[in-house]
């Protein structure tokens, strides 16, 4: 009997494996030529079929998308905007969630149902009165100018998600330290903030991916192209230069790569920070 | 179990102060709740609200964007232009197609994986990490990764397919509209479904082990014990994940615009390129405006039939 079991448990884990190793090829293919294109010298691109394995890679793609295709520039436009935006975001949101967590003031639910409403308006309804807005406070074509638009768009999301995690820190803490003095400021700051601190890592993470990949607002707003983020200076490169893949592939490594390296640096933090609010709606 | 037993000494004596004053258990009043909250709100406010409404009111308008020219109210004409025109109709219809495409499979190959790797066994961590990446990378790089993978005469979904012998000669994915349609959702699918995985793992991890035991012990076999234990418990992620799933999916923008531009001759468009279409390359912002609030009309009464429809189970069921 137990022997039987244990048969039936092996033969299950290995076909677990053969069907999750079938779903790593399907995943993984599309990203190794990506990776495997962008080494490629120029004459070796005609190749049809195109091999995935080859003799004499090359970095040559790499240093020409980085140098003389301005991907440098991008790269460090992008990486600006989306620091700037989750510091602001982080900012404003964790001071919305603990007004909406600890305070009781008249309108205070009014003001949050239209928070968590404004959540299901698709981006794209406020792309054209948001470019007009622009266009009067003379953001338009302008990484700084960027940032209000971002921040604003994470804001509910957000101030939602940490609010739950406020809510859930007991309030004998607060009011032990308000018996020793402390006003609301110095509560938000040294008490709430820090015991947030793995829901504030999952929200920086999220934001900051949010505004590294996004496209379609800077597309309509950013003309110069030394000010181009990285998602639109992939995208209109590939435009204008037709079918440059290897180019095209080289800066799409260099745009992936941190993202995947800070998703595996954090993966324990942001699983368990999903699970949280997974839960919790 | 042990949770609650541990967690019950708190439970009761909070309750001990709540009746004791239970208006401040619910918060302080006065100024500091609005000093909190209104650096951000106004942001919200001035870049969110302020421009839902302004939307709402170009719809009604025949919007003229040069400066000291008057926009007129032209009634409900942008609304009724839509219903006639023909290319909006095609767009819903080829974002349906997307819905219905690449939502049931994102959410059973996303069970499935999650069922897979829900308990413990090497290298567990490793396939998390690998299914989820395709769902952190930028829409822009994978929409150029698979046009290229769907080019028709040195594209590499070709390639396989002519050499395994499923076609005889090279199929112009990109080019006709029900097969690009096809190798858009295909990246939808192979995008989305580390993330429906993620989530359903999350909520996985809630399925009670002792129920799981006692369910076995009582001669159920895998199949029932998933769908009497397991299934229960999951039902209201899955509804989340499916109105989200199906929410985003209507929403679809970067990887048409980048693999087909909507096109050829507009076959391809669906609501959110139609819209960026109608907005920046004709100027027609009235248009474009009442087109986002009809598409905002529709993700809004999609989402509460299925909500519907799950609560009508749900009481179905019990």
């Given at each position: 009997?137990?022997?039987?079991?244990?048969?039936?448990?092996?033969?299950?884990?290995?076909?677990?494996?053969?069907?999750?190793?079938?779903?790593?090829?399907?995943?993984?293919?599309?990203?190794?030529?990506?990776?495997?294109?962008?080494?490629?010298?120029?004459?070796?691109?005609?190749?049809?079929?195109?091999?995935?394995?080859?003799?004499?890679?090359?970095?040559?793609?790499?240093?020409?998308?980085?140098?003389?295709?301005?991907?440098?520039?991008?790269?460090?436009?992008?990486?600006?905007v989306a620091v700037a935006t989750t510091v602001?975001?982080?900012?404003?949101?964790?001071?919305?969630?603990?007004?909406?967590?600890?305070?009781?003031?008249?309108?205070?639910?009014?003001?949050?149902?239209?928070?968590?409403?404004?959540?299901?308006?698709p981006g794209m309804l406020l792309i054209v009165?948001?470019?007009?807005?622009?266009?009067?406070?003379?953001?338009?074509?302008?990484?700084?100018?960027?940032?209000?638009?971002?921040?604003?768009?994470?804001?509910?999301?957000?101030?939602?998600?940490?609010?739950?995690?406020?809510?859930?820190?007991?309030?004998?803490?607060?009011?032990?330290?308000?018996?020793?003095?402390?006003?609301?400021?110095?509560?938000?700051?040294?008490?709430?903030?820090?015991?947030?601190?793995?829901?504030?890592?999952?929200?920086?993470?999220?934001?900051?991916?949010?505004?590294?990949?996004?496209?379609?607002?800077?597309?309509?707003?950013?003309?110069?192209?030394?000010?181009?983020?990285?998602?639109?200076?992939?995208?209109?490169?590939?435009?204008?230069?037709?079918?440059?893949?290897?180019?095209?592939?080289?800066?799409?490594?260099?745009?992936?790569?941190?993202?995947?390296?800070?998703?595996?640096?954090?993966?324990?933090?942001?699983?368990?920070?999903?699970?949280?609010?997974?839960?919790?709606? | 179990?042990?949770?609650?037993?541990?967690?019950?000494?708190?439970?009761?004596?909070?309750?001990?102060?709540?009746?004791?004053?239970?208006?401040?258990?619910?918060?302080?009043?006065?100024?500091?709740?609005?000093?909190?909250?209104?650096?951000?709100?106004?942001?919200?406010?001035?870049?969110?609200?302020?421009?839902?409404?302004?939307?709402?009111?170009?719809?009604?308008?025949?919007?003229?964007?040069?400066?000291?020219?008057?926009?007129?109210?032209?009634?409900?004409?942008?609304?009724?232009?839509?219903?006639?025109?023909?290319?909006?109709?095609?767009?819903?219809?080829?974002?349906?197609?997307?819905?219905?495409?690449?939502?049931?499979?994102?959410?059973?190959?996303?069970?499935?994986?999650?069922?897979?790797?829900?308990?413990?066994?090497?290298?567990?961590?490793?396939?998390?990490?690998?299914?989820?990446?395709?769902?952190?990378?930028?829409?822009?790089?994978?929409?150029?990764?698979?046009?290229?993978?769907?080019?028709?005469?040195?594209?590499?979904?070709?390639?396989?397919?002519?050499?395994?012998?499923?076609?005889?000669?090279?199929?112009?994915?990109?080019?006709?509209?029900?097969?690009?349609?096809?190798?858009?959702?295909?990246?939808?699918?192979?995008?989305?479904?580390?993330?429906?995985?993620?989530?359903?793992?999350?909520?996985?991890?809630?399925?009670?082990?002792?129920?799981?035991?006692?369910?076995?012990?009582?001669?159920?076999?895998?199949?029932?014990?998933?769908?009497?234990?397991?299934?229960?418990?999951?039902?209201?992620?899955?509804?989340?994940?499916?109105?989200?799933?199906?929410?985003?999916?209507?929403?679809?923008?970067?990887?048409?615009?980048?693999?087909?531009?909507?096109?050829?001759?507009?076959?391809?468009?669906?609501?959110?390129?139609?819209?960026?279409?109608?907005?920046?390359?004709?100027?027609?912002?009235?248009?474009?405006?009442?087109?986002?609030?009809?598409?905002?009309?529709?993700?809004?009464?999609?989402?509460?039939?299925?909500?519907?429809?799950?609560?009508?189970?749900?009481?179905?069921?019990?």
């Amino acid at each position: 009997m137990i022997v039987q079991r244990r048969r039936t448990r092996s033969l299950g884990l290995a076909s677990r494996y053969l069907i999750l190793a079938l779903g790593a090829v399907v995943l993984v293919t599309p990203f190794a030529f990506m990776v495997s294109v962008s080494l490629k010298g120029r004459t070796m691109l005609l190749e049809v079929p195109p091999r995935l394995f080859f003799k004499n890679p090359t970095l040559d793609n790499y240093v020409t998308a980085w140098t003389s295709n301005q991907f440098g520039q991008y790269f460090v436009n992008s990486l600006g905007v989306a620091v700037a935006t989750t510091v602001l975001t982080l900012l404003l949101s964790s001071m919305m969630a603990y007004g909406f967590a600890r305070f009781r003031f008249r309108g205070r639910g009014a003001m949050f149902t239209v928070l968590i409403l404004g959540m299901s308006i698709p981006g794209m309804l406020l792309i054209v009165p948001q470019f007009l807005l622009a266009k009067d406070l003379q953001l338009l074509n302008s990484l700084p100018g960027l940032l209000p638009f971002y921040v604003g768009g994470s804001l509910a999301f957000n101030t939602f998600l940490l609010r739950a995690f406020f809510e859930r820190i007991p309030r004998e803490l607060d009011e032990a330290m308000e018996i020793d003095g402390a006003g609301p400021w110095r509560r938000y700051w040294n008490l709430a903030l820090p015991l947030a601190r793995p829901a504030l890592a999952t929200t920086a993470i999220f934001t900051f991916l949010g505004s590294w990949d996004e496209f379609a607002w800077a597309l309509t707003v950013i003309n110069d192209v030394e000010k181009r983020t990285l998602p639109i200076g992939i995208a209109l490169f590939t435009a204008e230069h037709g079918t440059q893949w290897g180019l095209v592939f080289a800066a799409s490594v260099i745009a992936v790569t941190p993202v995947i390296l800070v998703y595996i640096l954090f993966q324990r933090q942001i699983i368990s920070g999903l699970t949280n609010g997974a839960i919790k709606s | 179990m042990t949770a609650a037993v541990t967690a019950s000494p708190t439970i009761a004596r909070a309750d001990l102060v709540s009746t004791r004053s239970p208006g401040r258990r619910r918060g302080r009043a006065g100024l500091p709740g609005y000093v909190f909250v209104a650096p951000g709100f106004l942001a919200y406010g001035l870049v969110v609200l302020w421009p839902a409404l302004q939307a709402l009111v170009m719809s009604f308008q025949q919007y003229k964007l040069r400066k000291g020219l008057a926009s007129p109210f032209i009634g409900w004409a942008n609304y009724a232009r839509a219903i006639q025109d023909p290319v909006v109709l095609r767009s819903f219809a080829n974002s349906a197609f997307y819905v219905l495409v690449t939502v049931p499979p994102q959410l059973i190959i996303g069970l499935v994986l999650a069922i897979l790797l829900d308990k413990a066994m090497p290298a567990r961590t490793f396939f998390r990490v690998l299914f989820y990446l395709p769902v952190i990378t930028s829409w822009v790089v994978v929409s150029l990764l698979f046009k290229w993978l769907f080019a028709t005469d040195d594209g590499v979904f070709n390639w396989i397919l002519t050499s395994i012998g499923l076609v005889s000669h090279n199929v112009d994915w990109l080019g006709q509209r029900w097969t690009a349609m096809l190798a858009v959702s295909l990246l939808g699918i192979w995008k989305g479904v580390g993330w429906s995985m993620l989530i359903l793992l999350a909520s996985l991890a809630g399925v009670s082990e002792d129920l799981h035991e006692a369910a076995a012990i009582d001669g159920a076999g895998t199949w029932r014990r998933f769908l009497y234990v397991t299934l229960p418990h999951i039902r209201g992620t899955v509804v989340t994940i499916t109105i989200l799933l199906v929410m985003g999916g209507l929403n679809v923008f970067p990887s048409i615009l980048l693999m087909t531009g909507g096109g050829p001759a507009d076959a391809t468009q669906v609501p959110l390129t139609y819209i960026y279409k109608q907005a920046f390359t004709f100027l027609d912002f009235g248009y474009g405006a009442a087109l986002s609030y009809l598409l905002a009309f529709f993700v809004v009464v999609i989402s509460l039939l299925q909500y519907g429809a799950a609560k009508l189970v749900e009481r179905r069921s019990e």
